[in-house]
């Protein structure tokens, strides 16, 4: 792998606004440019009266300060992440995302709502995509009218993740089955249903 970069917040549990992160492989650091000049990425961090002049490693793709509390959350989810080993969050997450599938097939199909990400779970990440042609709707009487906070995709996507860490397998199974109950009563017709920025 020569390039990465990656989120915090969901993956390690850090929240809104946690650092991200990036990786470089070691022979491709020295050709790269960040286009945000910072001072935690300059050689000397506190010259500011000369041009320029980035760290040789990885820490030219530095900008600014860190947020501390950011970082503190980070380690709190990196340390929860090595403790329960990445092979068996997978596992869970694989597990779990097949359960939203399954009960999706069985019992919401009937509703109009199909299974809209890869049945492979090798394609698939720790969430599912739910098609419905009223998913705004659906998606804010979930958050209004049942405690179930998912993401809307436009144009037609229920987005369900599930956090391996800490989402059971009830909250699942609690979470198909209240999105079936606001479908099958129509909860979704009863919400404001003007876009928002944020589902």
Not at 117 to 137: K, M, N, Q, Y
Not at 143 to 164: S, W
Not at 167 to 178: C, G, I, P, Q, S
Request: glycine share 10%; hydrophobic share 45%; charged share 20%.
């Amino acid at each position: 792998m020569q390039f990465a970069v990656g989120c915090t917040y969901k993956y390690l549990n850090a929240g809104p606004g946690a650092p991200a992160f990036l990786y470089v492989a070691h022979e491709r650091q020295a050709a790269l440019r960040s286009p945000i000049w910072g001072w935690f990425g300059q050689r000397e961090q506190f010259s500011m009266e000369r041009s320029y002049d980035p760290e040789d490693g990885i820490r030219r793709f530095l900008a600014g300060t860190p947020p501390i509390l950011g970082l503190a959350a980070v380690q709190a989810g990196v340390v929860l992440t090595a403790e329960a080993g990445v092979d068996a969050i997978r596992a869970k997450s694989v597990a779990q995302t097949e359960l939203i599938i399954a009960l999706a097939d069985d019992r919401l199909r009937a509703l109009g709502v199909a299974v809209g990400s890869p049945r492979d779970a090798a394609a698939r990440g720790s969430h599912v995509a739910l098609r419905h042609p009223e998913a705004w709707t659906i998606c804010r009487a979930l958050i209004e009218r049942a405690g179930v906070v998912p993401d809307f995709r436009g144009p037609d996507i229920i987005r369900l993740g599930v956090a391996p860490l800490y989402t059971r397998f009830t909250d699942v199974w609690d979470a198909l089955d209240r999105l079936r109950g606001i479908v099958e009563r129509g909860e979704q017709q009863l919400v404001n249903a003007t876009p928002g920025r944020v589902t």
